[in-house]
């Protein structure tokens, strides 16, 4: 069989192949920078609330023996993943803020972890047992 004939066969010559190298996100980087100064300040103040909040009620339950129930361990659990679901998702939107256009620049490896270990914490609330 043909390779004019094949539906399989692509269309495109072999030499207009390019690999993937980067991608350059566009989104904060065409605002003001007093207004992305601004903002990253509100949004890094929250999430530091937020993590010591999170870091707070994890390190009580464990130092108080009145809280190793089951209950408080299963909270405990649940606050350790959202601080770490927090820190995959929060961090780079945060870098975004500051970065100029051509620093916004994610390798493709780094999108896929990213991607991966939302999804892997993302499941695995789903798993936690409910009360």
């Known amino acids: 069989m043909s390779d004019s004939l094949d539906?399989?066969?692509?269309?495109?010559?072999?030499?207009?192949?390019?690999?993937l190298q980067e991608f350059i996100i566009l989104d904060f980087s065409t605002w003001p920078l007093g207004l992305r100064i601004v903002i990253f300040a509100l949004l890094f103040l929250l999430y530091l609330a937020t993590l010591v909040g999170n870091l707070l009620i994890l390190g009580l339950a464990l130092e108080d023996s009145a809280l190793h129930s089951p209950m408080c361990f299963f909270l405990g659990v649940l606050f350790a993943v959202e601080t770490t679901y927090m820190l995959v998702l929060i961090l780079h939107m945060l870098a975004s803020f500051l970065l100029p256009p051509r620093g916004q620049a994610v390798a493709p490896s780094t999108c896929t972890t990213q991607m991966g270990l939302f999804m892997a914490l993302g499941g695995s609330k789903c798993l936690l047992p409910p009360c």
């Open 7 to 19: 539906p399989n066969a692509s269309r495109w010559p072999k030499s207009n192949r390019t690999a």
